[in-house]
């Protein structure tokens, strides 16, 4: 039963996690906009914690190349146009 509970969580922060971070890179306020980003990598963290344990390893590789692309893609969008 805490596994399933623990998998949820897993599944609801990673969504919410992205999507606040893609929500991040599009806002134009940057004190706002790093704020959002920080909360959504924090998000992502907590849920990766939570399911760790439970994940296969093939599952760990492809969620965290997952983040790290979206991770590329956030310092290409706000760091590499100036």
Same mark, same amino acid.
């Given at each position: 039963?805490?596994? #399933? ?12 996690? #992205? ?50 692309? #979206?991770? #590329? ?10």
């Amino acid at each position: 039963k805490n596994d #399933i509970y623990n998998r949820n969580v897993f599944v609801a922060s990673l969504i919410f996690g #992205i999507i606040a971070i893609i929500a991040g890179v599009v806002l134009k306020l940057e004190s706002v906009s790093a704020g959002i980003m920080g909360g959504g990598v924090l998000l992502v963290l907590y849920g990766m914690m939570r399911y760790w344990g439970e994940l296969g390893k093939y599952l760990r590789l492809m969620v965290l190349g997952i983040v790290l692309a #979206i991770l #590329i893609w956030i310092g290409y969008k706000k760091f590499g146009k100036k």
